[in-house]
Each structure stands twice: as C-alpha cells, then as structure tokens.
C-alpha cells in the first residue's frame, strides 16, 4: 500500500465517522485505534493511555486553559461592545466602515484572546445587530465578522499556534511575535475587501449618516486602553523576560480578572460562567490533541511523513512550487477538518518536507495559521460560520457562507505575499529577539 | 536447535535530528547490525521524536507501541530508580575509556533491573562534556554560581545546583532561548554540541566548558521483541553494540572541541574549566550524593560504589 | 418527553449529571489554582530571584486532572466538538440510526480508553512508577484521575445513546454545536 494510499484511506474513513457526528476528537482517536490495532499491535493501544497523561501534564499546554480563560473573562464584559463602538466611530467616513470597524475589533480584541470563534462572537454579539439595524447585506455582515474574527489566531495569543509549537517543537515565543505584522498585515487586506465589496456595491454597506461629536469619540477610545494594556502586558512579560510564553498565559488570565474588576464588571457568577467554558473547552481540546497525537503517531508507524516528504521533495519543480502544493493540499482539507485536526495530523507530515526546502518552521507555522483561519470560514465545516449561525437569529448557513468565502482571497493574497517576502514574518522575531 | 529466524524491525525511536552529532554514529550502528545479522535485524531509526516523544519513549517500547528507543538517563529513574545516580552533573569523566568503563559497569548492574521491567537495555552512552551558558558574565569561580539562575533539567541537577548556591529553573527546551535572550534565567546547563546546534551562544555567550558530563543516554528495545531475535543475533547486536560505544568516544571528544572552536569563532567567549574548578566544584556537590543515596535506598549502592570508584 | 417506564434512565441520568457538576466544579477551581501559583512563580522569581521549584510540576498535575475531570462534564454539554454539516446527506429516516452509530462509536472510544487507562494505572502502581521533574511523587497517587474520568466519560456516554435511542427521533428539534477552541 503506497503511503498516499494509506493517507487517502485515514482521510475516508475519518470523514465517515465525522458524518456519524462523532465528536472530533474521539473520531481522531478511533481511526488511530482501528489504524494501529490492524497495522502496529494490539500491544500498542496502550500508547492511547499513555498519551492521555503525558498530554495533560505537559506545562507548556497548561497554557491553554489560561488563554481560554483569559479570553472569556474578557468576552464576558463590555469590552467587545467598546471596541466595536470605538472603531465604528473613527472609520465611520470610510466605505463599508462598520465591516471595517469590526474587523479592526476583532484585531484588537484578538491581541487579548487566543481563540477565533470566541473573538468572532464576542465583537459579532455586538457588531452584527449594528450593521443589520443599519441596513448591511446579511451575508456582508456575517462574513467580515467571521473573517475578522480569525485575527484571533494569527495576532498573538493563539492557541493554534501553542499546537503547532507543541508538535514541531518550535518556540512559541517566536511564533507569538511572528504573528504581528502578518496579522495586521492580513487585517488591512481583510478590511480592503470590505472597502471594495463597499464601493461596488453601496447597497450592501450603507454610509453612516449621523456624526458623532469628538467627546464621543475620545470617550470611546479611552474605553479600549484596558485591552491594550493587557495585551502590551501578555506580549511584553514575554518580551521583557519576565515571563516565558506559558507563563504570560497566567499574567493574561490574571490581568484580565483585574481588568474586569476594576472596572466593576466582575462577578462571582462571570467568573464561574468563564471558568465552566474553559474547562469545557480544554476538555475538548485536550482530547482532541490526544486523539491527534495517536492518529500521528500510527502514521509514523506507517512511515507515511517519511514517504510523503520523498515524495514531495523528488517533484521536479521549484520550492516556490511545492509549497503551493501543500498551500492547495491544506485549503481543501481545511473545508472538511478542522484546524485542530490539520495541524495535529497533517502538519508532521508536510513539515520535514517545508524544512528540507530550507523554509523556517516559524515562518511555515505563519502559513499553516493563515490557513486554519481560512478553514474557520470554508464550508462545509467552518467553526466561525457555525458558531455564528448559533448567535444570529433567521442566519442559514448558506448566507454566512457565501458572505465568508469571498474573504478567503485576501487570506491567499496574504500566504503569497509572506511566500513572497518571508522577511514580513521573520522582522520582528529578528528584531526583538534578535536570531539571526 | 534454533528455529528459522524471522527477520525483526525494530522501529527505533530517536528524540534528537539526524544532524545531531551523534546520528552518523547511531546510522552507523543500525547499518552494522543490519549487514552482521544479514538483514535479519533491521533497526529503523526514527529521529527528532517523529514516532514518540522522549518523555514517552520509555513507556512506548515498554508496550511495545515501539520497539526501540532511547532516552537519557533522567526519563527512566521513575522505573529504575537505581539510575538516579546517572542523572547527576559531574560524574562522567572526560577521558572516553574511563567514561566507558563506567558506563559499561552501571549498565552491568541495571540492565537486569530494566529487564525486570520489559526493557532490553542494549547499551548506554556516556554523554558529551557539559557546559554552563550565561547571559551576563562567565561563571569561573565558586562564587559565580551564587545567586544565579540556572536552567536545568531534573530533581538531581536542581539539588546540585541549589548546593552551588544557585536556583534550578526548569524551562522547556523549546523556550529556552527566548528565556535566555530575555533574562528570565542567567544561565543555562547544556551540552556543548547542544549549545552549537540550539544556537544558545547568540544569547548566552559566556560559556564555561566543565568538561565532564552528566545523564548518560540508554539504548534499549522492547524485551519481547528481543526475545524474538535468535541467541546468535541477538550476540552479534550486543557486539556491534559494544564496539559502537568502544570505538565512537574520541568522535565525540572531537565534536565536542569542533563546536567549542565553531562558537569561539562565532563569537562566545569560551573558558575552559581547569582540574582544580572542578575539583572546587566536586567538594562543594558531595552531600548530594548523600541525599540521592537516601532516596534510592540500598538497592543503589552498588552502582554509587561504580561512580565513587572511578570518579 | 421521557416515558414513565424510563425513570430508571432519569434516575440515572441525575445522578450522572450531579457527578458531572461535582467534577466540573472542581476542575473549575484547579483552573484559579493553576492561574494563581504560576503568577505567584513569576512574580518571586523576578522580584526575589527564589523560583518556586514546585510550581511547574504540580501545575502539570493540575492540569491532568482538570482534563479527566472536565472530560464527561463536556460531552455531556455537547462541548466536544461534532459535525453536523453532513446531516441533510442523510435520508430522514436514516438519521436516527446515523446518530445512534455516532454514539455508539464515542462508546466504545471511551470504553477502550478506560480499558488502558486501567491497565496503565496497574502498572505505574506495580512498579511505582516516579514523575520526572523537580519534585518526585508516585505516579499512581495522582493519575487515579485517569480511571475515574474515562469512567464517567463512558457512564456519560451511555446515558446519552440510552437518551437518545429511547426518545422518538424528531429531526427538526436539533442544535448546532457551538464550537469554541
Ligand atoms: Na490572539
Ligand atoms: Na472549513
């Protein structure tokens, strides 16, 4: 059986017990029982259990809970409503400005929140009745908000990012800070589509008429600072050395009780509320990995990485090529998987091939972020369109869909752009971290 | 009479690259092994933890989820306790036939022990010379140990480290360079060709090389899987084995110096420890042989008596 | 919606969903927990220079058993994620038994995780398997976690299919999962 062959049957088979609606992580876990049950030993299920503990106790992934529950304490405040209204009322004269404004949100609020569904949401919860009581197309206002919300993974914090750091064993460090510029990056691109939708088709995207006077502005301005001083102090305990990634995760969870509570929105029952969701969450995302890991590692039993990356390398094309290659590979299966799933399985088996092309990991950890924010918002499995759908009342998915799927071209345009010019990642590790 | 062997693939797991300095001497292992048993043995090395992680390598060949492996010492004391004596800094000369004379007697004792616990121990391996990396300033003397923060990996190292003076912090291995260019530790506990490849020299520039080495590394398979391996192969393994580590100690010397020299060129400041800062240093540590010996209980003196013998 | 005949069903039912609560809110505090020594670690270690050596290795702990603890609490809740995009694929009547598959297999997931999950507990108990790290405590004295976790995730899972498979299929009642990770 040729490795590709072998991967193709993983896939298969892993689709059929998604459309039995098994949860994700279990359906991960079962293939790889199946898989090594019949390949490797019976003997070897015990690396099921195995996997399950040293997962768990592993001190970098004790981040996760950190940054889940940093970003619910914050999404159970008004702050995604204060962002929402600040860059509404300074982009206001732009074309399509509330789609703008709530991108802008959503990359403001994503330098506080690791998670895009959650980012969606809380700036959604707000901006999406906004931009419908203002007469914008439905399906406009759903999609930037889905897009938008993606900012969440690739502006640092970003627990995708803790996943691929965890698998590759690339710093995390350097891929929070390799986030930056490709994030506003793809923010600016992100609200170019909106401008352009805006423009061609004014009906879509009403101007705003009233004007705001210049106390309102300032006032909602001032009610961002919160959030961008948590987010300097999340990135810059990292930077100043005050803290290792893992550990600004608890500096992030504190800051944002802090937050909360100065500004008198705290309470026993947001706390309980946020710290419900993110055991929930962790559970479900620990399980995930583990299933992940399991599945991966009967692929390596199977020596599939190990084929693929001959298989890849012995092409007679240019690197440039191949990495287009595996850009198209991981755009389609981000339509059916998602992001979790890609990176804990596909990631090792296209990234001995992406370092042997001489790419960095930190940079292709870059790329393979732009492209689960692009599999957040691909039907038919897009957790941003779901998670949507489930917050906006009489949205089917066909209208969040179509509006969604014209974002994905700004997000390839950025995979080009950074494919292009890799130094757009690698500045600012290099700057602030000095590698050279 | 033996029965017609079947040819066993051994699926090996590896938790460093195939560019590490060891990795042509492990190619070269597996390569032997193949061609003396005429392909029946054929080990399948998998490198940079691609089949499983070092913290769960052990348990895997265990299971046999994989049927070879190797760790350093550090990952097997929870099973064998009597191995905690391996962990510590400075016990591995840096003369290769005395560090393998060690070595070879430790595993004499414990290889048996690991048995017990489904492991065929095939060999072990002295590891390279260590050396301590800082940010600020070279630690020469005593007294620079003091008050430092130091990355270590380990309870041992950590309680070696506090009777220096210093305090143990442990890092991810993936963090430690950030942590080092930031000054969340002062310094670090490394290997020499480590502190090359992982490119620590950039950000912990002083280097102090104290030659002697710590945690040696255990080469080992699943015993069941051994078992299926006929007596007379499984002999010939043990002496490709045997002469892999016998032969190999100057290679690794001269990696060792090769990376010194790379990193002097590429800017550290290299000092080399002298007889009498590691004499300084072994009577300052001496207690916590005492410490260790208490928890591991009587079961370890015997290879405390290999260590004391010939350190 | 449940008939008279199944109150052994919500009997159980209660009783799992009151262990589940117990065990989510114990997790939840472990959360606070971990969140306040690593802050705690961080703040000595800059200002004191005296590192908390244990925090990381009881952190890691923590955290094995927010995961086994918060495992059944989440599929209970419909936290891990499903797919349910694929639904209007399926014939009507076919979709009952598909989601009675679905679980079934979530059964028998959990079911032979609990089984190794046992097995690995035997044997870290057998040969006092030690943690690696700065502080050194006996595996079995706090991977127990593990078998009470994977337990309650098969009881949850159990109760569900029984649920399900007893409460007349109507197709238009359904939620989308939320998903949030
Ligand atoms: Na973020
Ligand atoms: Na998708």
Redesign the pocket.
């Known amino acids: 059986m040729s490795a590709f062959a072998g991967f193709g049957i993983f896939l298969v088979v892993l689709l059929g017990l998604f459309v039995l609606r098994t949860p994700v992580g279990v359906a991960l876990g079962m293939v790889a029982v199946a898989g090594v049950a019949a390949f490797v030993s019976p003997g070897a299920l015990s690396q099921l259990a195995s996997l399950s503990f040293s997962i768990s106790s592993s001190f970098i992934i004790v981040v996760v809970p950190l940054f889940i529950f940093m970003g619910e304490i914050l999404a159970a405040t008004r702050i995604g409503g204060d962002l929402f209204r600040a860059t509404e009322l300074w982009m206001r004269r732009i074309p399509g400005a509330l789609a703008v404004g709530t991108i802008w949100a959503c990359a403001i609020f994503g330098s506080v929140c690791g998670s895009s569904p959650v980012t969606a949401t809380t700036i959604g919860s707000m901006a999406i009745p906004q931009m419908l009581k203002r007469g914008y197309d439905k399906s406009l206002a759903l999609g930037a908000t889905a897009a938008g919300g993606t900012l969440g993974i690739l502006i640092p914090p970003s627990i995708p990012m803790i996943v691929y750091g965890v698998i590759t064993d690339t710093s995390i460090g350097h891929l929070f800070i390799a986030g930056i510029f490709p994030g506003i990056l793809l923010a600016t691109l992100l609200s170019a589509t909106a401008v352009f939708t805006a423009v061609r088709r004014p009906e879509m995207a009403p101007p705003i008429t009233e004007r705001p006077t210049w106390p309102q502005r300032w006032k909602a301005l001032g009610a961002i600072i919160p959030v961008l001083c948590l987010s300097f102090m999340v990135i810059g305990a990292i930077y100043t050395g005050l803290a290792t990634p893992t550990e600004a995760g608890a500096i992030g969870a504190a800051g944002a009780l802090l937050i909360a509570w100065v500004t008198s929105q705290l309470s026993r029952a947001i706390i309980m509320r946020s710290l419900d969701r993110t055991i929930r969450t962790t559970a479900m995302f620990l399980l995930l990995l583990t299933g992940g890991f399991f599945s991966s590692f009967m692929l390596s039993r199977l020596g599939i990485p190990q084929a693929t990356s001959d298989a890849l390398l012995s092409l007679p094309v240019p690197p440039w090529a191949i990495m287009v290659i595996i850009n198209l590979v991981l755009l389609v299966l981000?339509?059916?998987?998602?992001p979790g799933s890609i990176i804990v399985i596909v990631i090792p088996i296209f990234l001995k091939a992406v370092q042997n092309l001489g790419y960095d990991p930190v940079w292709f950890g870059i790329i393979v972020t732009i492209q689960s924010e692009?599999?957040?918002?691909?039907?038919?499995?897009?957790f941003n369109l779901f998670v949507l759908k489930s917050v906006t009342p009489g949205a089917n998915m066909r209208i969040i869909a179509r509006g969604s799927i014209i974002f994905v071209v700004p997000m390839l345009v950025c995979i080009a752009i950074l494919t292009a010019f890799p130094d757009i990642v690698m500045f600012l590790p290099r700057l602030l971290l000095g590698i050279k | 009479a033996a029965s017609p062997a079947k040819a066993q693939t051994v699926d090996f797991a590896v938790w460093y690259s195939d560019r590490d300095m060891y990795a042509p001497i492990m190619k070269a292992w597996a390569a032997e092994v193949e061609k003396r048993t005429q392909g029946r043995v054929k080990i399948n090395l998998q490198f940079s933890g691609a089949l499983v992680a070092a913290k769960d390598t052990l348990n895997a060949v265990r299971s046999g989820a994989v049927g070879g492996g190797t760790t350093s010492a550090s990952f097997v004391i929870g099973l064998v306790r009597e191995l905690a004596y391996v962990e510590p800094l400075f016990w591995i000369p840096d003369k290769p036939e005395i560090a393998n004379k060690i070595v070879k007697e430790v595993d004499a004792i414990t290889s048996p022990l690991l048995e017990k616990h489904g492991i065929k121990n095939l060999f072990s391996y002295p590891s390279a010379g260590l050396v301590v990396a800082c940010v600020n300033a070279p630690i020469k003397t005593l007294a620079d140990w003091k008050g430092k923060k130091i990355r270590t990996a380990g309870r041992w190292q950590g309680l070696q480290l506090r009777a220096l003076g210093a305090s143990a912090v442990a890092i991810d291995p993936g963090e430690l360079y950030i942590a080092l260019q930031n000054k969340t530790v002062d310094c670090t506990m490394f290997l020499s060709n480590l502190a090359l490849s992982g490119k620590i020299y950039e950000v912990a520039p002083y280097i102090t090389y104290l030659r002697e080495g710590a945690n040696s590394s255990l080469y080992y398979m699943n015993l069941d899987l051994w078992k299926k391996i006929s007596p007379e192969d499984q002999k010939t393994v043990m002496e490709v084995s045997a002469d892999v580590v016998k032969n190999s100690g100057p290679h690794v010397v001269a990696e060792q110096e090769r990376a010194l020299g790379e990193m002097e060129k590429l800017g550290a400041k290299v000092y080399r420890a002298s007889d009498a800062d590691i004499a300084a240093i072994k009577k300052q540590l001496a207690p916590v042989w005492d410490e260790i010996a208490k928890a591991v209980g009587p079961t370890g003196d015997p290879v405390r008596e290999v260590l004391k013998q010939n350190m | 919606m449940e008939g008279p005949s199944h109150g052994w069903l919500t009997g159980l039912e209660r009783v799992v969903a009151r262990i589940n609560r117990v065990s989510a809110f114990i997790a939840c505090i472990l959360v606070l927990a971990i969140m306040t020594l690593i802050v705690i670690d961080v703040v000595v270690r800059y200002f004191a220079a005296a590192p908390l050596e244990w925090v990381q290795d009881s952190s890691c702990f923590m955290l094995v058993f927010v995961f086994f603890l918060a495992l059944a609490p989440a599929l209970e809740s419909g936290s891990h994620i499903e797919i349910d995009l694929f639904d209007p694929l399926i014939p009507a009547s076919l979709r009952k038994a598909q989601r009675l598959l679905g679980k079934a297999i979530t059964i028998t997931f959990a079911a032979i995780l609990l089984w190794f999950v046992i097995k690995y507990y035997r044997d870290i108990y057998e040969t006092d398997e030690l943690s690696f790290g700065m502080i050194f405590v006996s595996l079995w004295k706090i991977y127990w976690i593990g078998i009470f976790g994977a337990f309650m995730f098969l009881v949850t899972a159990l109760v569900q299919f029984l649920r399900f498979f007893l409460t007349p299929y109507d197709p238009h009642a359904e939620e989308a999962p939320v998903a949030s990770h």
Do not use: R
């Not at chain 1, 981000?334 to 998602?338: A, I, S």
């Open positions: 981000g339509m059916f998987m998602d692009i599999a957040a918002i691909t039907p038919p499995v897009g």
